[in-house]
């Protein structure tokens, strides 16, 4: 149930907003966004409502104090790649690697409080989750899936273009039609990322159902976060793997074809990114200071 949840705040830090005013906005907000849609996923009683606001409460006080550095190491990795014009495949292959790593770093903590929310559902509570589930994935099926396969790659490619000029400023119709070629070439894994998706969420909720127990639930979801490729068949894993070797490339071929100034604003907003995010820290940081005396004179 976290896991998509959760996502979300990964990819906020990690540059999936275009603004960085936003992305102060937003995380700030982030304990009321985490706590608003899991509360979504079923109707939960009181009992469960007040566990899951000190969960996400815990959950955002340890992010905030031991994420935040991590996600500003990684970033001034990219920014020195930038900056020494170190755009190979192999170094972006490294680095869609370490994000890989930060992401399960940042769900790690989550898989057991979620696993004994899910294990303590009744009847109703599980049947709600389970149709909410498939009306997300629906609504994702719409977005990828939907039309001809010429239309879906067309809707990629779009969406690619749109969040490389979040970074890099307008685009060149030269520069765009380039990068839709190269888009339409990627292998198209969203059909194997929908499989697999929803048999771990089948493989879930049969858990839930059997009562199989907090620890069990907590070990398949370790596994689906820390090694989704064993949650794979070997068609997915293969494809999954094709395409995620083949972003790889583009990406190094996109950054050949960027201007300089388009090639310095990446780097700008990037920089902008770090200066937030260490502001972002050093508030945490304040708060916590703050907090700390005010315990002790409580106890």
């Known amino acids: 149930m976290l896991k998509r949840l959760l996502t979300s705040i990964t990819l906020l830090l990690m540059l999936a907003l275009a603004g960085c ?20 996923y079923t109707s939960f009683n009181s009992a469960q409502k007040e566990k899951i606001q000190r969960e996400v409460s815990v959950f955002m006080s340890w992010h905030r104090r031991d994420m ?41 903590p989550t898989i057991h409080p979620t696993a004994h929310i899910l294990a303590n559902l009744n009847k109703p509570q599980i ?4 149709k ?19 239309e879906q790659l067309n809707r990629r490619a779009e969406k ?22 190269m888009s339409r070439q990627l292998p198209f894994a969203a059909p194997a990322f929908m499989q697999n998706r929803e048999h771990n969420q089948r493989k879930l909720i049969t858990l839930i159902n059997n009562n199989e127990g907090a620890e069990n639930i907590a070990s398949f979801i370790g596994l689906w976060i820390s090694t989704p490729e064993y949650t794979r068949t070997p068609e997915e894993q293969r ?36 200066a937030d995010l260490r502001a972002l820290t050093k508030q945490s940081q304040v708060a916590t200071a703050r907090t700390v005396p005010s315990m002790a004179l409580s106890e």
């Open 21 to 40: 005013s936003m992305m102060k906005i937003g995380y700030n907000n982030a304990d009321w966004y985490l706590r608003y849609k899991i509360n979504n």
């Open 127 to 130: 049947q709600e989750f389970e």
């Open 68 to 108: 935040l550095p991590e996600y500003i190491k990684f970033l001034n990795k990219i920014d020195q790649a930038l900056q020494n014009d170190g755009i190979t495949k192999e170094k972006i292959s490294s680095l869609s690697n370490e994000l890989r790593g930060l992401y399960r770093m940042t769900l790690r």
């Open 160 to 181: 690619t273009i749109g969040f490389i000029e979040d970074f890099t400023g307008s685009l060149s119709g030269e520069q765009e039609e380039k990068i839709t070629r």
């Open 239 to 274: 494809l999954i793997k094709e395409f995620q070797d083949a972003a790889n490339e583009m990406i190094v071929n996109i950054h050949t074809i960027l201007t300089p100034q388009q090639k310095q604003r990446l780097r700008n907003k990037i920089k902008d990114y770090m």
């Open 132 to 150: 909410t589930l498939k009306e997300e994935n629906e609504k994702l099926k719409e977005e990828s899936l939907e039309g001809s396969r010429d």
